[in-house]
Protein backbone atom coordinates (compact mmCIF):
# COMPACT_ATOMS: atom_id res chain seq x y z
CA UNK A 1 0.00 0.00 0.00
CA UNK A 2 1.44 3.61 -1.02
CA UNK A 3 2.22 5.33 1.81
CA UNK A 4 3.32 8.96 3.05
CA UNK A 5 4.65 10.05 6.39
CA UNK A 6 5.36 13.70 6.92
CA UNK A 7 7.35 14.85 10.09
CA UNK A 8 7.39 16.71 12.33
CA UNK A 9 3.35 16.76 13.24
CA UNK A 10 4.28 20.36 14.31
CA UNK A 11 6.90 22.83 14.31
CA UNK A 12 7.19 25.99 15.92
CA UNK A 13 9.91 28.48 14.65
CA UNK A 14 10.82 31.94 15.87
CA UNK A 15 11.14 34.49 12.56
CA UNK A 16 14.26 33.85 10.97
CA UNK A 17 14.87 30.56 12.43
CA UNK A 18 15.11 27.98 9.40
CA UNK A 19 14.35 24.60 9.20
CA UNK A 20 13.19 21.56 7.29
CA UNK A 21 10.26 19.45 7.04
CA UNK A 22 10.60 16.04 5.70
CA UNK A 23 8.14 13.83 3.62
CA UNK A 24 8.34 10.18 3.16
CA UNK A 25 7.13 7.92 1.06
CA UNK A 26 7.13 3.84 0.32
CA UNK A 27 5.04 3.36 -2.97
CA UNK A 28 5.37 1.53 -6.00
CA UNK A 29 6.16 3.74 -8.71
CA UNK A 30 6.11 7.63 -7.79
CA UNK A 31 5.14 9.73 -10.70
CA UNK A 32 4.89 12.66 -9.25
CA UNK A 33 5.36 14.37 -5.82
CA UNK A 34 3.37 17.61 -4.72
CA UNK A 35 4.23 20.28 -1.58
CA UNK A 36 0.62 22.05 -0.73
CA UNK A 37 -0.04 24.64 1.56
CA UNK A 38 -3.11 24.85 3.61
CA UNK A 39 -4.35 27.43 5.92
CA UNK A 40 -7.02 27.07 8.12
CA UNK A 41 -10.81 26.10 6.67
CA UNK A 42 -9.06 27.11 3.00
CA UNK A 43 -8.03 24.49 0.04
CA UNK A 44 -4.60 23.08 -0.47
CA UNK A 45 -2.25 25.61 -2.68
CA UNK A 46 -0.08 24.29 -5.02
CA UNK A 47 3.30 25.03 -3.97
CA UNK A 48 5.52 22.31 -6.53
CA UNK A 49 5.98 19.04 -7.86
CA UNK A 50 9.03 17.18 -7.94
CA UNK A 51 9.51 14.24 -10.29
CA UNK A 52 12.78 12.91 -10.13
CA UNK A 53 15.78 11.76 -7.58
CA UNK A 54 18.11 15.02 -7.74
CA UNK A 55 15.22 17.37 -8.37
CA UNK A 56 15.04 20.96 -6.52
CA UNK A 57 12.50 23.83 -6.56
CA UNK A 58 11.99 27.03 -4.80
CA UNK A 59 9.97 29.56 -3.84
CA UNK A 60 10.31 32.57 -2.42
CA UNK A 61 11.53 31.21 0.89
CA UNK A 62 10.53 27.64 0.57
CA UNK A 63 13.36 25.19 -1.59
CA UNK A 64 11.72 21.60 -2.40
CA UNK A 65 14.12 18.76 -2.39
CA UNK A 66 13.91 14.85 -3.37
CA UNK A 67 14.92 11.64 -2.88
CA UNK A 68 14.56 7.94 -3.66
CA UNK A 69 12.42 7.92 0.03
CA UNK A 70 11.81 11.58 0.52
CA UNK A 71 11.50 14.79 0.28
CA UNK A 72 11.97 17.99 1.71
CA UNK A 73 10.20 21.59 2.44
CA UNK A 74 13.29 24.03 3.58
CA UNK A 75 12.09 27.01 4.72
CA UNK A 76 15.06 30.06 4.98
CA UNK A 77 13.99 32.63 7.32
CA UNK A 78 10.40 32.21 7.86
CA UNK A 79 7.83 34.63 8.40
CA UNK A 80 4.67 34.51 9.99
CA UNK A 81 3.17 34.78 7.18
CA UNK A 82 4.54 31.39 6.65
CA UNK A 83 2.56 29.83 9.55
CA UNK A 84 0.50 27.03 8.05
CA UNK A 85 -0.28 23.46 7.80
CA UNK A 86 2.04 21.56 4.45
CA UNK A 87 0.81 18.73 2.81
CA UNK A 88 2.60 16.41 0.76
CA UNK A 89 1.41 14.49 -1.63
CA UNK A 90 2.56 11.77 -4.06
CA UNK A 91 0.82 10.44 -7.29
CA UNK A 92 1.61 6.83 -8.19
CA UNK A 93 -0.35 5.44 -10.66
CA UNK A 94 -3.17 6.95 -12.22
CA UNK A 95 -4.46 10.42 -11.53
CA UNK A 96 -4.97 10.37 -7.56
CA UNK A 97 -2.84 11.88 -5.11
CA UNK A 98 -2.08 10.21 -1.75
CA UNK A 99 -2.02 12.63 0.98
CA UNK A 100 0.27 12.60 3.94
CA UNK A 101 -1.19 14.07 7.39
CA UNK A 102 0.65 17.59 6.94
CA UNK A 103 2.96 19.56 9.07
CA UNK A 104 1.47 22.49 11.23
CA UNK A 105 4.19 25.32 11.38
CA UNK A 106 3.82 28.38 13.43
CA UNK A 107 6.25 30.89 13.04
CA UNK A 108 6.59 34.15 15.95
CA UNK A 109 8.02 37.11 15.71
CA UNK B 1 -5.09 34.06 -11.89
CA UNK B 2 -7.30 31.69 -12.53
CA UNK B 3 -9.30 29.58 -9.67
CA UNK B 4 -11.53 26.62 -8.69
CA UNK B 5 -14.60 27.74 -7.35
CA UNK B 6 -16.91 25.87 -5.13
CA UNK B 7 -20.61 26.75 -4.22
CA UNK B 8 -21.83 26.48 -1.34
CA UNK B 9 -19.28 27.04 1.20
CA UNK B 10 -20.87 25.36 4.53
CA UNK B 11 -23.93 23.23 3.78
CA UNK B 12 -25.81 22.07 7.11
CA UNK B 13 -28.44 19.40 6.21
CA UNK B 14 -30.10 16.66 7.86
CA UNK B 15 -29.40 13.13 7.84
CA UNK B 16 -30.68 11.07 4.81
CA UNK B 17 -31.05 14.20 2.48
CA UNK B 18 -29.17 14.51 -0.60
CA UNK B 19 -26.85 17.58 -1.47
CA UNK B 20 -25.30 18.90 -4.40
CA UNK B 21 -22.20 20.68 -3.87
CA UNK B 22 -21.20 22.29 -6.97
CA UNK B 23 -17.69 23.84 -8.86
CA UNK B 24 -16.28 25.42 -11.61
CA UNK B 25 -12.91 24.26 -12.65
CA UNK B 26 -10.53 26.29 -14.12
CA UNK B 27 -11.47 27.23 -18.35
CA UNK B 28 -8.88 25.05 -19.74
CA UNK B 29 -8.81 22.22 -17.49
CA UNK B 30 -9.92 19.06 -18.54
CA UNK B 31 -9.66 16.66 -15.59
CA UNK B 32 -11.73 17.29 -12.70
CA UNK B 33 -11.55 15.68 -9.13
CA UNK B 34 -13.21 15.51 -6.13
CA UNK B 35 -11.18 15.24 -2.58
CA UNK B 36 -12.67 14.90 1.12
CA UNK B 37 -10.95 15.56 4.61
CA UNK B 38 -12.44 14.88 7.86
CA UNK B 39 -11.62 17.48 10.39
CA UNK B 40 -8.60 16.61 11.58
CA UNK B 41 -7.74 13.81 9.21
CA UNK B 42 -5.89 13.76 5.67
CA UNK B 43 -7.22 14.64 2.64
CA UNK B 44 -8.67 11.83 0.84
CA UNK B 45 -9.21 11.22 -2.93
CA UNK B 46 -12.77 10.57 -3.89
CA UNK B 47 -13.13 10.31 -7.91
CA UNK B 48 -11.63 11.53 -10.75
CA UNK B 49 -13.19 12.10 -14.28
CA UNK B 50 -12.71 13.20 -17.60
CA UNK B 51 -14.37 13.17 -20.93
CA UNK B 52 -17.73 13.17 -19.48
CA UNK B 53 -16.98 9.94 -17.47
CA UNK B 54 -15.36 8.86 -13.98
CA UNK B 55 -11.77 8.03 -15.07
CA UNK B 56 -11.12 6.29 -11.41
CA UNK B 57 -12.55 6.20 -7.73
CA UNK B 58 -11.78 5.66 -4.30
CA UNK B 59 -13.73 3.06 -2.14
CA UNK B 60 -15.51 5.79 -0.26
CA UNK B 61 -17.64 6.65 -3.69
CA UNK B 62 -20.02 4.40 -3.41
CA UNK B 63 -23.54 3.75 -4.96
CA UNK B 64 -24.88 7.28 -2.34
CA UNK B 65 -21.98 8.82 -4.42
CA UNK B 66 -22.20 10.53 -7.92
CA UNK B 67 -20.74 13.45 -10.28
CA UNK B 68 -21.88 15.02 -12.96
CA UNK B 69 -20.81 17.42 -15.70
CA UNK B 70 -23.95 18.97 -16.18
CA UNK B 71 -22.78 21.75 -18.61
CA UNK B 72 -19.54 23.34 -19.93
CA UNK B 73 -18.54 24.74 -16.70
CA UNK B 74 -20.34 23.25 -13.76
CA UNK B 75 -18.99 19.70 -12.03
CA UNK B 76 -21.19 18.60 -9.26
CA UNK B 77 -20.76 15.70 -6.60
CA UNK B 78 -23.77 14.43 -5.38
CA UNK B 79 -24.74 12.68 -1.99
CA UNK B 80 -27.49 10.74 -2.56
CA UNK B 81 -28.61 10.10 1.17
CA UNK B 82 -26.28 11.97 3.42
CA UNK B 83 -24.80 10.19 6.51
CA UNK B 84 -23.51 11.89 9.81
CA UNK B 85 -19.71 10.16 8.66
CA UNK B 86 -20.23 12.82 5.21
CA UNK B 87 -19.50 15.69 6.92
CA UNK B 88 -16.09 16.84 6.15
CA UNK B 89 -15.05 19.64 3.64
CA UNK B 90 -15.08 18.59 -0.16
CA UNK B 91 -13.07 19.64 -2.35
CA UNK B 92 -12.89 20.29 -5.90
CA UNK B 93 -9.95 20.31 -8.00
CA UNK B 94 -8.66 20.78 -11.82
CA UNK B 95 -5.76 19.99 -14.28
CA UNK B 96 -4.80 20.68 -17.54
CA UNK B 97 -3.56 17.07 -18.57
CA UNK B 98 -3.85 13.22 -17.45
CA UNK B 99 0.41 13.98 -16.49
CA UNK B 100 1.63 14.65 -13.29
CA UNK B 101 0.89 18.59 -14.10
CA UNK B 102 -0.19 21.25 -11.21
CA UNK B 103 -3.43 20.23 -9.83
CA UNK B 104 -5.43 23.16 -8.28
CA UNK B 105 -8.01 23.31 -5.59
CA UNK B 106 -10.62 25.34 -4.68
CA UNK B 107 -11.68 26.70 -1.14
CA UNK B 108 -13.76 24.11 -0.36
CA UNK B 109 -17.54 23.42 0.73
CA UNK B 110 -17.59 22.41 4.47
CA UNK B 111 -20.89 19.67 4.66
CA UNK B 112 -22.56 19.48 7.92
CA UNK B 113 -24.46 16.28 8.77
CA UNK B 114 -26.70 16.67 11.53
Known amino acids: EDQVTQSPEALRLQEGESSSLNCSYT??????LFWYRQDPGKGPEFLFT???AGEEKEKERLKATLTKKESFLHITAPKPEDSATYLC??????????FGAGTILRVKS | EPEVTQTPSHQVTQMGQEVILRCVPI?????FYWYRQILGQKVEFLVS????????KSEIFDDQFSVERPDGSNFTLKIRSTKLEDSAMYFC????????????FGEGSRLTVL
Open chain 1, 89 to 98: AVQVYGNKLV
Open chain 2, 93 to 104: ASRRDSGTGELF
Open chain 2, 49 to 56: FYNNEISE
Open chain 1, 50 to 52: LYS
Open chain 2, 27 to 31: SNHLY
Open chain 1, 27 to 32: VSGLRG
